[in-house]
């Protein structure tokens, strides 16, 4: 029996290029509104799957984000801000998009309707069953992931994903699937809308809350953030000042030291506690 692929539903609005400019954003604006409330429906999905993320990467494990188009492009986005966020090397989270990297920019015809090459693109880093990958697919019915997560399970690898169509063959496919039924797009069928929101979301909530109980987070500051620019080295300025309450002068010159605001931190209370 076919599933109801809610996100491509008709819109429930219409005559759209009839409206003003202030109608049309009005109206996205409220069909946005409704996103937040279809992922906090999904919270204890996410949950189960964050937990057996952290224990896999306690483990020496990895992470892989494995989607095409707009779902693909956003676990790369994802993937790409944990070393600069959180200090993490670059192959602890890792995103894959069918095509490869030139689909990140340009769409690749057909790549997504391919039942081998996702696992071929995951067999390029040596997954293995140490790692966790989640295909992300707003419509659940993407050959390139769901043939990917196929041959995961068949190889004891840990599966989740992330859609926003209950039922449809990703989500039953996953070992820990994640729904955010966010219903009928503004523009009908254009999930990178709604559907791409709520996976951005998701995904925001995943790296973070991993990272936390990774230690990656002081409190509520990014202590291993990479000192990549002069906002960041400012910011961590100002951190190791709140943190340690020392003058501006002395922050810089731990900071220059150490080269990480963790480690000025923590060297600074070393020396104090002496």
């Given amino acids: 029996m076919d599933f109801i692929k809610t996100t491509e539903l008709p819109s429930r609005h219409h005559n759209l290029e009839q409206m003003s400019t202030s109608t049309l954003l009005s109206k996205i604006n409220e069909e946005d509104k409704t996103v ?5 429906k999904a919270i204890p999905q996410i949950e189960a799957l964050v937990d057996q993320i952290v224990h896999k990467l306690e483990e020496g ?3 892989f984000y494995l989607g095409a188009g707009t779902s693909g492009r956003l676990g790369i986005v994802d993937a790409s801000e944990c070393p600069p966020t959180f200090g993490v090397s670059h192959d602890l989270v890792i995103g894959l998009i069918a095509g490869g990297d030139s689909a990140i920019r340009n769409a690749v015809e057909f790549a997504e309707d391919s039942t081998h090459q ?3 693109d995951l067999k390029k880093y040596q997954v293995s069953d140490k790692d966790v990958v989640i295909g992300i697919a707003a419509s659940g019915t993407t050959p390139y992931v769901i043939s990917a997560l196929k041959q995961c399970n068949s190889n004891d690898i840990l599966t989740g994903c992330i859609t926003c169509n209950a039922g449809s063959p990703l989500a039953t496919t996953a070992k820990y699937p994640i729904v955010a039924v966010v219903g009928p797009e503004f523009v009908t069928g254009s999930s990178r809308m709604k559907a791409g929101t709520a996976q951005k979301l998701i995904l925001n909530m ?3 809350a991993v990272m936390i109980k990774l230690g990656r987070v002081k409190g509520n500051k990014m202590v291993d953030m990479q000192l990549s620019n002069n906002k960041l080295v400012e910011r961590g300025i100002q951190m190791i000042m ?10 810089v010159e731990l900071l220059k030291k150490h080269k990480s ?8 209370g070393d020396q104090k506690n002496k």
């Fill in 36 to 40: 937040p409330l279809a992922v906090e």
């Fill in 61 to 63: 494990g990895r992470l």
């Fill in 118 to 120: 996702g696992w071929e």
């Fill in 206 to 208: 995943i790296s973070t």
């Fill in 242 to 251: 709140n943190e340690t309450n020392v003058a501006k002068e002395t922050a």
């Fill in 261 to 268: 605001v963790r480690k000025a931190i923590d060297s600074y």
